[in-house]
């Protein structure tokens, strides 16, 4: 597209830097996420962005009066007409700056609503969404809609129109998200369901998690040969997918997940509404925690991404390797300090998904955390538990077995994941 092309909407970032906050990440890094959240918009065209430094948010229009009036020049002389704003803005800020300003207002949650809806494409995803922003929509209803100042007909018991109206929409929003978690728990069992058919196959799974742009897809599609959309951009990739994958030499095989990217400061809404799509993580026999080292913030990413794998509930004992990927992108002697400290480290890998650098290593670490974690152990069942007996040699873990007159001994070998999974039937 072309730089005068109607088609683009030409929008304008602010980054709020409150002095009291203390930020894990330099504005100025802060700054070229937020940019890089609007570029990673279809539709918008990014023509300017600047760091606005408060002592404290207003709590009218959360800028002081001068800098409102200087900010509203800046963006009539670049005819801007919608502005970015990286944080959080109240109902009433947006409808008062969207008034002074006269241009569309959206703070970060606002705006990771409108890519997670550009790019979802699973129903379950799609769905997840919709569901996040009318929770998002319904705390938002105090803002001066139009059809709010319409009269309406009625008895009299009500009070003013707009507060009718706004009860009226309010209800129509929780029917919907009503509507939506019917149909969401249908979509949820039909994942159960393929998940189940998945448990009876006896292969490990191995989940890729780590900050947006970190070059998961990247790693995923050189490691599965599938053809997952990978790009320089933040949330190139929403639907989480699997695929069944040989690890080097070892012929072990695994199934591999691919999994939404994480960012900081995720909105509540989207945290509680993906949760399901991280599911596969919860579920995984080791988890590849992919971080680009070559990024300035790489230790703050990283610090995001255990933060929020905390709070999805998983343990230490789900095993968790550290991969530092990008080293093609750093300095040669850069890339051999980072090289050096992963050989000291036992679940630390230097690779880049790019060139192939460190992936045989890596597969071959996965490989064999994966068999040690599996334990031998002798089970005793009765000739009732026929079914069980079943399960055990689908998933391919019965080494030797004996016939009492009671029933079965089994030797089995298999893994955490297996031994809960056989606790449950």
């Known amino acids: 597209m072309s730089e005068n092309d109607p088609a683009l909407t030409r929008a304008w970032v602010l980054l709020p830097e409150i002095r ?25 065209e990014i023509i300017g962005s600047e760091i606005v430094k408060l002592k404290k948010p207003h709590a009218g229009m959360l800028f002081g009066k001068g800098k409102l009036d200087e900010i509203k020049e800046r963006l009539e002389a670049g005819e801007v007409e919608l502005v970015l704003i990286d944080g959080p803005v109240s109902p009433v800020q947006q409808r ?21 809806s550009d790019r979802a494409r699973t129903r379950e995803g799609v769905l997840q969404v919709e569901m996040a922003a009318l929770s998002y929509q319904r705390t938002r209803l105090v803002r001066a809609w139009t059809h709010l100042e319409r009269q309406r007909g009625g008895l009299g018991f009500v009070g003013g129109p707009g507060e009718t109206q706004i009860e009226a929409d309010r209800r129509a929003i929780d029917d919907q998200l009503v509507r939506l978690r019917r149909q969401l728990s249908k979509v ?4 159960e ?17 780590g900050y947006t742009n970190a070059g998961k ?19 190139a990739t929403l639907d989480p997918t699997m695929r069944k994958v040989t690890l080097g030499e070892s012929g072990l095989e ?31 026999d080791l988890i590849l925690h992919v971080r680009d ?89 009765s000739f009732a538990e026929g079914r069980k007996r079943a399960w055990l040699f689908a998933q391919g873990v019965v080494e030797d077995e004996r016939q009492t007159d ?15 999974q056989f606790a449950r039937l």
């Open 20 to 44: 009291k906050d203390e930020q894990s990440r330099t504005p100025a890094h802060a700054l070229e996420e937020a940019v890089a959240l609007g570029e990673a918009m279809p539709g918008l």
């Open 96 to 116: 008062n700056l969207e008034k002074k300003w006269g241009v569309k207002i959206l703070d970060r949650t606002g705006l990771i609503l409108e890519i997670f």
């Open 188 to 191: 949820v069992k039909t994942r």
């Open 193 to 209: 369901l393929h998940r189940k058919s998945r448990a009876k196959v006896p292969y490990p799974i191995v989940a890729l998690v």
């Open 217 to 235: 897809s990247t790693l995923f599609n050189r490691l599965t040969g599938a053809d997952v959309f990978a790009k320089d951009m933040l949330f």
């Open 254 to 284: 695994v199934i591999m997940s691919d999994t939404v990217g994480f960012i900081s400061n995720l909105p509540t809404e989207l945290v509680a509404a993906f949760r399901a799509t991280l599911e596969e993580v919860l579920s995984a």
């Open 293 to 381: 080292i070559a990024h300035s913030e790489s230790e703050a990413q990283a610090k995001d991404v255990t933060k929020i794998l905390e709070s999805l509930g998983i343990n230490d004992e789900t095993p968790l390797f550290e991969v530092l990927n990008k080293t093609d992108l750093l300095e040669p002697e850069d890339k051999e300090a980072v090289e050096t400290q992963a050989a000291r480290s036992e679940t630390v890998f230097a690779v880049s998904s790019i060139t192939g650098d460190g992936l045989e290593s890596l597969l071959a670490a996965v490989a064999e955390a994966l068999q040690a974690s599996a334990k031998t152990e002798a089970l005793s069942l």
């Open 406 to 420: 009671e029933g079965y001994t089994l030797k089995v070998r298999w893994t955490r994941k297996q031994s809960e």
